[in-house]
C-alpha cells in the first residue's frame, strides 16, 4: 500500500485546484461578458437609458472646464492653444464654464437605468470639446460613463466603461456608427456602436426630461484590445493635435504630454515606439519599405489611411493629428492604428468647408501638410502602388452607395421616432439631411444649432473660432458623389483638392 500524502502535498494539490478553479471562473466570466458585449452592440440596436443626477452632482459636472494649455511640444507648436482661445475663450474655459477635453472635467454620480436594470452610483463626466460647447442645448451634454469606478469589478452588459456621443456636429445623427461599421468591416480594429434613447432627471429641475438620440461607443481599453488584438498589455498611446508622430528625442518623457499614454508604461514599449517614430523621420529611401513592416503592417495601416480618405475625415490622423489611438503590441513590437471619434466623417468637419467641398479632398494625397509617416508611404514605390490597391478594394467593396444608402434606410427607421421626439430642430435638421422631404434651404439653418425648446435656460451653445460652412447636403448624395468622386480619382480623370483644416491656418 502507498503512504498517504503528507500534509504538504495535500495542500499544494489544494491550492492548484483553487487556481485552477479561479481560472475557470474567470474564464466563465469573461465568455458572458464578451456575450453581453455583443448583444448590446449592433448598427441599428436602439436602447432606452434614464440618468438620475441629483442637482448638487449636476453642479459639480458643470463646475470647471476647458482644455488645460499645452508646452508646444511637437511639429505644431501652440496651434491648440489658439483653439482653445478662439473656442473656449482667453481663460480656457475656467470660470465655471464647462467645456475642454477629458480629463479635465470633474466626476459625479448618477443612478443608470438600462436594458436589465437600475444601477446607482454609477460615475459619470462630460467629455469632448467641440461636443460640448456646441450642444444644442445645456443637458443634451456627451457623456462618459464608468460602471467599476468605485464599485469595482462592476459591469453593464459586460461592459466596464461606455461612451454616450451627443451627435452634436451632425445633423443625420448617424454617421459615427456608419463610419465605425465600415472600419469593422475593413478588417480593422474599431470600436462597436450602438444607440440609444436617453432620458435625463435632475429632481426640482428635470423630470425625464427626452434628450433625444445618442450614439453609445465602445471604450478603447482592456476588453476591446484582447478582443481586437489578441492582449490587453502593450503600449496604448492617444495622440493630441499633432500631424504624423513626430520624433522627439530619445526622451520618453519628451513624448508624455502629447502622445498621453493610457496605464501601465513598460520601458520596452516606449523604446520601440522611440525606434519607430525615428525610422520615419531617418530611414533612408531605399530601406524605408521593408524596415517598416518591423514596425507596422503595411497592409493595414494603408486601408487605415485610405478609409480615412474616402470618407474626408479630416478631423482624424489624416488631418488635425488626433482623434485616434495608436497601440504598440508588447510581443511583436508593432503599431496599430485605431480610428476615435468619428462624427465627423463623411465630409462634415465644421471648420474644413461645405461638405461639398470635402466631397472632393483628394484620397491619392490624403494627408494635410506635414504628416511625414503617410506621405513616405504614398510617395513610396513598393508602398505607393499597395495603399492605391486598398483604395480600389475599399471602393469596390465596402464604399458601395447601394449598400451605403440601405443602412442609411436601416438605421432611420429605428433612429427617426426618437428624433423626431427630440425638438423641432432635430426633426428639421433630419428631414433635411437624411429623408429628403424638406428643402435644403427650408427651416432653421442656424450655426451652431440652437434647440430653442430650452430657451428659458441661459444657455448660447458657442462656435467655433473660424466661420463655419454648413451645407446640409444629404448623406445619401454625399455618398453617391464621393464614391464617384474617388473612382475618378484612381482612373486619373481628377485631381482632389488636399484636406487643408482651417484651425491650422
Not at 9 to 14: E, I, M, P, V
Not at 19 to 29: F, K, N
Request: aromatic share 10%; hydrophobic share 35%; charged share 25%.
Amino acid at each position: 500500500m502507498g503512504s498517504p500524502l503528507d500534509p504538504v502535498k495535500r495542500c499544494l494539490l489544494f491550492l492548484c485546484w483553487l487556481v485552477m478553479s479561479g481560472l475557470a471562473l474567470l474564464a466563465r466570466q469573461n465568455e458572458a461578458h464578451a456575450a453581453q458585449q455583443a448583444a448590446f452592440f449592433g448598427l441599428t440596436n436602439l436602447w432606452t437609458i434614464h440618468l438620475t443626477i441629483s442637482p448638487g452632482d449636476w453642479k459639480v459636472l458643470n463646475s470647471r472646464g476647458g482644455p488645460p494649455q499645452r508646452s508646444g511640444n511637437g511639429n505644431n507648436g501652440g496651434l491648440f492653444e489658439g483653439i482653445v482661445r478662439g473656442v473656449f475663450g482667453p481663460e480656457g474655459g475656467g470660470g465655471g464654464r464647462p467645456g475642454g477635453v477629458a480629463g479635465d472635467y470633474p466626476w459625479a454620480t448618477c443612478s443608470f437605468e438600462g436594458p436589465g436594470g437600475t444601477l446607482t452610483n454609477v460615475a459619470l463626466r462630460f467629455k469632448g470639446a467641440s461636443s460640448m460647447v456646441r450642444s444644442p442645448n445645456p443637458f443634451k451634454r456627451p457623456f462618459k460613463i464608468d460602471f467599476d469606478r468605485g464599485a469595482t469589478n462592476r459591469r453593464f452588459m459586460g461592459l466596464e466603461e461606455l461612451y454616450l456621443n451627443n451627435n452634436v456636429n451632425d445633423a443625420t445623427q448617424m454617421r459615427e456608427a456608419l463610419a465605425y461599421d465600415l472600419f469593422r468591416r475593413a478588417g480593422l480594429p474599431a470600436p462597436r456602436t450602438a444607440f440609444a434613447r436617453i432620458y435625463l432627471t435632475i429632481p426640482g429641475k428635470l423630470q425625464k426630461q427626452h434628450l433625444g438620440l445618442y450614439t453609445l461607443v465602445e471604450v478603447v481599453e482592456g476588453d476591446f484590445l484582447k478582443r481586437s488584438l489578441g492582449t490587453k498589455k502593450g503600449l496604448l498611446l492617444k495622440p493630441e493635435m499633432m500631424r504624423g508622430v513626430p520624433y522627439m528625442g530619445e526622451d520618453w518623457d519628451n513624448y508624455v504630454e502629447r502622445y498621453a499614454p493610457k496605464g501601465n508604461v513598460d520601458p520596452k514599449d516606449t523604446q520601440r515606439f522611440i525606434d519607430f517614430v525615428r525610422f520615419i523621420q531617418q530611414a533612408p529611401p531605399d530601406e524605408f519599405a521593408e524596415g517598416l513592416r518591423e514596425y507596422l503592417e503595411p497592409e493595414g495601416f494603408a486601408r487605415f489611411v485610405a478609409l480615412n480618405a474616402i470618407l474626408a475625415n479630416v478631423d482624424s490622423f489624416i488631418g488635425n493629428g488626433h482623434n485616434y489611438y495608436l497601440h504598440v503590441h508588447p510581443t511583436n513590437g508593432r503599431s496599430t492604428f485605431i480610428p476615435w471619434d468619428l462624427n465627423e466623417a463623411f465630409g462634415m468637419h465644421p471648420v474644413s468647408g461645405s461638405s461639398a467641398s470635402q466631397m472632393v479632398t483628394s484620397i491619392l494625397r490624403p494627408n494635410a501638410d506635414p504628416n511625414r509617416l503617410v506621405e513616405r508611404f504614398v510617395a513610396d514605390p513598393t508602398l505607393g502602388p499597395l495603399y492605391r490597391s486598398q483604395c480600389e478594394l475599399i471602393l469596390t467593396n465596402l464604399f458601395v452607395p447601394a449598400r451605403l444608402k440601405a443602412e442609411v434606410d436601416r438605421i432611420a427607421a429605428v433612429t427617426q421616432p426618437v428624433v423626431f421626439a427630440e425638438t423641432r430642430r432635430a426633426k428639421e435638421d433630419f428631414e433635411r439631411t437624411v429623408l429628403g422631404t424638406r428643402r435644403l434651404d427650408d427651416g432653421d439653418l442656424r450655426q451652431p444649432r440652437h434647440d430653442r425648446e430650452f430657451a428659458k435656460e441661459p444657455y448660447q451653445p458657442r462656435g467655433f473660432p473660424d466661420a463655419i460652412d454648413i451645407d446640409n447636403m444629404p448623406l445619401k448624395a454625399w455618398i453617391e458623389g464621393r464614391a464617384q468622386h474617388a473612382r475618378d480619382q484612381l482612373d486619373g480623370k481628377v485631381r482632389g483638392t488636399r484636406p487643408r483644416p482651417r484651425m491650422y491656418q
